[in-house]
C-alpha cells in the first residue's frame, strides 16, 4: 500500500497574507461575534465614516511627516548648494520648489474634502 506524497506549500511572503486571513476566518472570536445578535455585532464593528475619519486622521498624520521630511530636504539642499566662500542668491530655486510643494499639498487637500464629502477612498480614473 503506497501512501500519497504529503503536500507541502511554500510559507512565502507571496502566501502570508492568505494564511493570516484564513487564520483569522477561523478565529475564535470572529465565530464568537457571527454567534451575537446582530445588534451587538454592529457594536463592536466600525462604521464607514467612522472608518473614513481615521483614514483622514492617518493621511493628515502622513502629512504633516511628509512635510517635516521636506522641509528637512530642503534646508539640507540649501546647506549643500551654498558655498562658504561666495554669498549665492537661492531664491528662485527655492520659489520653484515651493511651488511644487503647494501644489502637491494643494492637491492632497482636495482629495482630504472630497472624501469627507463621500468621494470613494480609492481614485480610479
Known sequence: MTMAPKRCFKTNESTKSVRVACRS??????????ELPVEKQTKYMMD??????????DAEKKLEKEKMHTRAMKL???????????????????????????????AIRERIKAVEAGAPIIKRD
Open 25 to 34: 476566518l477561523r478565529s475564535l472570536s470572529v465565530r464568537r461575534l457571527s
Open 48 to 57: 464607514q465614516k467612522d472608518l473614513m475619519n481615521k483614514m483622514i486622521q
Open 76 to 106: 539640507g539642499l540649501m546647506a549643500g548648494s551654498n558655498d562658504l566662500i561666495t554669498d549665492t542668491d537661492c531664491s528662485e530655486e527655492l520659489a520653484r520648489a515651493a511651488e511644487v510643494v503647494d501644489k502637491k499639498l494643494k
